[in-house]
């Protein structure tokens, strides 16, 4: 810990006579001169025999630039501390002690560079540790375990957002300020960006990480300890540069797998039955491939253009299908029925026959493809209700229904009846 003019007035036997004593002590510094404030940089113990005027105007210039205490040489010029300044530096709150005349102004100097050097040490010493314990962390439980340590090594909190400004992994997630203004600006700048302020009465730093903004660290903390800060923004940028090379590993794979479903070949995994679709931003799960400049996925739902319903042998027809829908600015290849020119009363000529619950049954029955079990899964009924239903229609339609052209002709029919 930084050492302060209490500590100093202890070890070395120093009067405390006003002020607050309790504030770090960066450097010390002695001087005679009426105004030394232009050579100091704030943190500084000024030492000084009195040989200028030291009144209040003399403080207050101190004070105003950030020195932290003054030591009052005596048994030279002055056998005691002026009053005046006593008052004027208790009044300010700047910290005074006597420094008698058996303690030399060196041996202040000394002391205060020990314990700077001692400190400067141990924060070596406690980097290196943080360094090796990250990277341990990082070795064998990844990103957020990384986060997770970091976060208690500099006694704060740490999130580990990801490029869309989502927390992905978090320590003390409760006290992190809202940072979504200044993740937006960092992750805009295309780029490596930085920044560093002050929220919630402590420092936070932001950090992007990798050229290509994958992520965004960003921590919190009464006091910032750069080193081990940095080390853990390192570890997290390769383990987001690792993770791009998995992620273009299993692209390349559902590729790879999209292509063998186009030629015939069975792939594991897939539902029994699907539509194919074609959507702008690939799916959190189930299966998708990019295929030819198109975002692939199989599901039932999943946006975007789709295809009749298929199975894993249909694969290629669906894609063409989900193509020609989205040429034809449709949602669904069904719905491609509805672009089709058609005189007007067709839709009444041709179901004319058909009560409303036969007309239900045969779009069902259609949709699937005149599929049995799918028809009456989804009607409710068994599946010879369906066969009777559908033998009934075409009993009143005086027609096959085996023939494709009239089931082509119904679906044309019905689609248009329901719009």
């Known amino acids: 810990m930084p050492i302060t003019l209490h500590d100093l007035s202890r070890s070395l036997g120093l009067p405390v006579l006003a002020g607050d004593v309790s504030r770090p002590v960066g450097w010390v510094h002695g001087t005679e001169l009426a105004d030394p404030t232009p050579f100091l940089e704030g943190g500084e113990l000024l030492l000084t025999t009195g040989l200028a005027d030291v009144g209040g105007e003399y403080v207050a ?16 010029g002055h056998d005691l501390v002026p009053s005046a300044l006593v008052r004027a530096a208790d009044e300010a709150g700047l910290g005074l002690v006597e420094v008698p005349r058996g303690v030399p102004f060196i041996a202040i100097s000394k002391a205060v560079s020990k314990a700077l050097a001692a400190d400067e040490y141990a924060a070596v010493v ?20 990384v986060v997770r340590g970091l976060g208690q090594w500099i006694d704060g909190w740490a999130v580990l957002f990801d490029a869309a400004g989502v927390a992905v992994h978090a320590h003390n997630a409760r006290l ?11 992750t805009g700048t295309g780029g490596l960006a930085s920044a560093a302020f002050e929220a919630g009465g402590g420092q936070v730093f932001l950090q992007v990480l990798g050229s290509r903004a994958r992520g965004v660290l960003a921590v919190g903390a009464a006091r910032f300890e750069p080193g081990i800060v940095n080390t853990a923004a ?11 090379a998995v992620d273009a590993a299993h692209r390349e794979l559902r590729s790879g797998q ?12 897939l539902p029994a039955r699907f539509r194919v679709h074609l959507v702008a931003e690939p799916p959190s799960d189930g299966f998708w491939a990019e295929h030819d400049g198109d975002v692939v996925v199989l599901a039932e739902e999943a946006g975007g253009f789709s295809s009749s319903e298929v199975d894993a042998s249909g694969v290629a027809r669906g894609y063409r299908e989900a193509r020609q829908a989205r040429r034809a600015g449709v949602r669904r290849f069904e719905d491609l029925a509805g672009n089709v020119p058609l005189p007007d009363g067709f839709a009444e000529a041709v179901l004319r026959p058909l009560d409303a619950e ?5 779009r069902i029955w259609l949709a699937h493809h005149g599929a049995w079990d799918p028809a009456a899964a989804e009607l409710g009924v068994h599946r010879h209700t369906v066969r009777n239903r559908v033998r009934k229609a075409g009993q009143a339609l005086g027609r096959s229904l085996d023939s494709p052209g009239v089931r082509a002709e119904l679906w044309l029919a019905l689609h248009r009846e329901g719009q």
Do not use: H, I, K, Y
């Open 176 to 186: 992190v300020p809202d940072l979504s203004a200044e993740l937006a600006r960092l």
């Open 358 to 362: 036969t007309r239900a049954t045969l």
């Open 126 to 145: 406690r980097t290196g540790e943080a360094q090796r314990a990250l990277t341990r962390a990082a070795v064998r439980a990844g990103a957020g375990a």
């Open 234 to 244: 390192s570890l997290l940028t390769l383990a987001l540069a690792r993770t791009d």
């Open 61 to 76: 210039r101190l004070v105003r630039a950030g020195v932290v205490g003054l030591g009052f040489g005596t048994g030279l």
């Open 258 to 269: 999209f292509r063998l479903l186009l030629n015939g070949f069975p792939v594991d995994g």
